[in-house]
């Protein structure tokens, strides 16, 4: 399994747009960029997924280079309640359940100040 | 759409007691995943189920802890004896064996053993 690396914790002000950048030097062809978030007294909730690129969803964007060494979660105009850790994960998520592994690292703190 | 139900929400025995947890996954899917969260650290996983068959219990520790997932649906989480490093939360959550899909998890039992 592809280790992460994330900073431990980030600090951000409200309306500002914050990235959260994860290395993954070891990661495999056919493993794909997973981040979930997780607030306080609650399970982890996924936020994206991407292979390479970028994506974006309504909450958030994924951006891949092309070497896929690392990705960077963006989060536009963040408010009070994305304070939370966020997770990023890296596995084969084209196989089938039975193959595929949810490996959780540290994560990143993010507080965001109003 | 109901979400992964888990019971009870807090636990506190003490050691050397037995405890259960119980987890009924989204209806439908076949994946389920037991973990282990201590305060300030990332998910671990303990065991992986897909249908009623273990996946991965390698990170299980097995002298006190088991887990059984019942027809693949329902699944229990046990330990006997409790130790008092055994305090966390346990975080059930379960997702469809289609590539790319998200886990969901639940709230999760707080554990603590005193």
């Known amino acids: 399994l592809a280790k992460t690396t994330q900073p431990i914790s980030m600090d951000s002000y409200e309306g500002q747009e914050v990235n959260i950048t994860c290395s993954h030097n070891n990661i495999a062809t056919n493993d794909y960029i997973t981040w979930y978030q997780q607030f306080p007294s609650q399970g982890p909730r996924f936020i994206i997924q991407g292979y390479k690129t970028k994506v974006t969803n309504e909450v958030a964007s994924l951006f891949i280079p092309a070497d896929r060494k690392s990705s960077t979660l963006s989060l536009p105009r963040v408010s009070l309640s994305d304070t939370a850790v966020y997770y990023c994960l890296v596995g084969d998520m084209r196989s089938s359940g039975s193959a595929r592994q949810l490996t959780f690292g540290s994560g990143t703190q993010l507080t965001v100040l109003p | 759409e109901a979400g992964v139900a888990q019971s009870p929400r807090y636990k506190i025995i003490e050691k050397r007691q037995s405890v259960a947890f119980w987890c009924n996954p989204i209806?439908?899917?076949?994946?389920l995943y037991w973990y282990q969260q201590i305060l300030g650290q990332g998910p671990k996983l303990l065991i992986q189920f897909q249908n009623n068959g273990v996946v991965d219990d390698s990170q299980l520790p097995k002298d006190r802890f088991s887990a059984e997932r019942l027809k693949g649906v329902d699944s229990t989480l046990k330990i006997q004896p409790a130790k008092l490093e055994d305090s966390a939360v346990y975080l059930c959550a379960s997702s469809l064996t289609a590539p790319n899909t998200e886990a969901f998890f639940g709230q999760g039992t707080r554990l603590t053993v005193v």
């Open positions: 209806s439908g899917h076949a994946t």
